[in-house]
């Protein structure tokens, strides 16, 4: 079982949100996340899926960082799970907070830029490939693709969102559980 919620830059689940990217996207390629200039972060989203069972408890399984390109787009950028935990939904999970978060703040466009092998895991979402395939440092060849965001009519309380968490009339702050903070 697993939690997702808010990474606070600083805290040690940010750390976590670091080791996790360096593990997935730095080592592979000879390099480290500690080579990059992360200050942008100040200013993003950033959360963390953790493990909640009783033997591994707030152990980073997956991230995503969602940043603020203009009023209305939202981009989402470094999600990544474990490599051993692929195929389990972590990444399903992550993108439905990331597009949950995104309605929750006004967002009218989500963008990202995927890599060629990950352009089917998109696609399943409602992304849609804009432009061309080009190099991106760090993660190779890499086609953008957008994707509209629709905010569902206001529910009832009782309602929740597809994650099953109540997030009526509920605006989230950096310091306290995502949208989708529940357990899977």
Not at 50 to 56: A, D, W
Not at 152 to 173: I, M
């Amino acid at each position: 079982m697993y939690m997702v919620k808010y990474a606070k830059r600083g805290s040690e689940d940010y750390d976590q949100t670091l080791q996790i990217r360096n593990e997935v996207f730095f080592k592979p390629i000879g390099r480290d996340i500690s080579e990059t200039d992360l200050s942008c972060e100040d200013g993003q989203i950033i959360i963390g899926a953790f493990e909640t069972n009783s033997i591994y408890t707030n152990l980073i399984i997956g991230t995503a960082v969602i940043s603020c390109v203009d009023e209305t787009t939202f981009k989402v950028e470094w999600l990544c799970a474990d490599p051993i935990l692929r195929k389990k939904g972590i990444g399903t999970s992550l993108m439905q907070c990331v597009e949950k978060i995104a309605a929750d703040r006004g967002a009218k466009k989500l963008c990202l830029d995927a890599t060629v092998e990950t352009v089917d895991f998109f696609q399943r979402f409602g992304y849609m490939q804009k432009g061309q395939i080009f190099e991106k440092e760090v993660f190779g060849n890499c086609l953008e693709m957008v994707k509209p965001v629709f905010r569902l009519p206001v529910r009832q309380k009782t309602d929740s969102c597809s994650c099953g968490h109540d997030h009526h009339g509920h605006h989230h702050h950096h310091d306290e559980n995502c949208g989708c903070g529940h357990e899977h």
